[in-house]
């Protein structure tokens, strides 16, 4: 599905971002060692079912793998969608 949202990296909050409507959707992660844990996706209610969840994980992986990191799936959403999506695990 393809999208329009721009990807933020808010590295001060530990934080990828979409601004999308005046809402924040955002993938949260700790930093250890080169791996992104990636602890918690979160899309407001009013945002839900337009697939900006998979949007969000499918370019904050992209933006792993172009910087050479490694990450960790830490949050149930995140560890579904790998599975469903297993060409992700090489960025394990």
């Known amino acids: 599905m393809e999208h329009n949202y721009e990807l933020i990296h808010n590295e001060g909050e530990s ?3 979409y601004h999308i409507e ?3 959707a955002r993938l949260v992660y700790k930093k250890e060692d ?3 844990h990636l602890t918690n996706t979160f899309v ?3 945002l839900g079912g337009r697939g900006i969840a ?3 994980v499918k370019d904050v992986f992209a933006d792993i ?3 050479g990191l490694k990450m ?3 949050c149930s959403y995140i560890v579904k969608y790998v599975e469903k999506h297993p060409e992700y695990e090489r960025l394990q």
């Open 54 to 56: 998979g949007a969000l």
């Open 44 to 46: 407001p209610e009013e």
């Open 15 to 17: 934080q990828y971002e």
């Open 34 to 36: 080169g791996v992104l």
């Open 22 to 24: 005046g809402k924040l």
């Open 65 to 67: 793998e172009k910087k």
């Open 72 to 74: 960790k799936p830490a």
